[in-house]
T-cell receptor, first 116, second 111 residues
Framework: DAGVIQSPRHEVTEMGQEVTLRCKPISGHNSLFWYRQTMMRGLELLIYFNNNVPIDDSGMPEDRFSAKMPNASFSTLKIQPSEPRDSAVYFC??????????????FGPGTRLLVL | KQEVTQIPAALSVPEGENLVLNCSFTDSAIYNLQWFRQDPGKGLTSLLLIQSSQREQTSGRLNASLDKSSGRSTLYIAASQPGDSATYLCAVYQGAQKLVFGQGTRLTINP
């Protein structure tokens, strides 16, 4: 299996622009997670989905952030408008877990976002 | 709010030494606990997942322990090798799927 695939790997944009990050989970996994990693705050869970349905979005920093999972093999995280403080590495992960069931999360290589 | 602390923040040891990384968490009502490894510029790799009913897990030269009552976990690495150099992250599960991470311990093994 190719593992979790994220695109783009690097993104440089200007403040105010819309940014879309993409993730393809491991085939057969039914849970998908979006994380953000910064030096100051470490690794934080933004939102996660079970069977394409958002379960917990309490980590989404504000309304500028939105995430969708239109099908089992694709998810997007969108930032509109972007701000310099959104600069971070964004990770996507997937697992076979579900409600009440913990399974190992497999992480993608991340998207390094720089907002100027 | 759950807080996860890892001590030390950085550690440098000579090759061949046994070492212990520490993790503590403020809320003992956790589901499970997991240790990850992160190499520079890469994603995370799972090392060990300890279910809340377990006290330890072993994989090769790695052994992780969990003491929920005291809010502590340790990761023991035996006979360290330069390839073990990485950042090690401890994470607790708040519920079955929601991970809360520590800041990590940056480990350097010197040949």
């Amino acid at each position: 299996d190719a593992g979790v695939i994220q695109s783009p790997r690097h993104e440089v944009t200007e403040m105010g622009q819309e940014v879309t990050l993409r993730c393809k989970p491991i085939s057969g996994h039914n849970s998908l997670f979006w994380y953000r990693q910064t030096m100051m705050r470490g690794l934080e869970l933004l939102i996660y989905f079970n069977n394409n349905v958002p379960i917990d979005d309490s980590g989404m920093p504000e309304d500028r952030f939105s995430a969708k999972m239109p099908n089992a093999s694709f998810s997007t995280l969108k930032i509109q408008p972007s701000e310099p403080r959104d600069s971070a590495v964004y990770f996507c992960a997937s697992s076979l877990g579900g409600v009440g069931l913990t399974k190992t999360q497999y992480f993608g290589p991340g998207t390094r976002l720089l907002v100027l | 709010k759950q807080e996860v602390t890892q001590i030390p923040a950085a550690l440098s040891v000579p090759e061949g030494e046994n070492l212990v990384l520490n993790c503590s968490f403020t809320d003992s009502a956790i589901y499970n606990l997991q240790w990850f490894r992160q190499d520079p510029g890469k994603g995370l790799t799972s090392l060990l997942l300890i279910q809340s009913s377990q006290r330890e897990q072993t994989s090769g030269r790695l052994n992780a322990s969990l003491d929920k009552s005291s809010g502590r976990s340790t990761l023991y690495i035996a006979a360290s090798q330069p390839g073990d150099s990485a950042t090690y992250l401890c994470a607790v599960y708040q519920g079955a799927q929601k991970l809360v991470f520590g800041q990590g311990t940056r480990l350097t093994i010197n040949p």
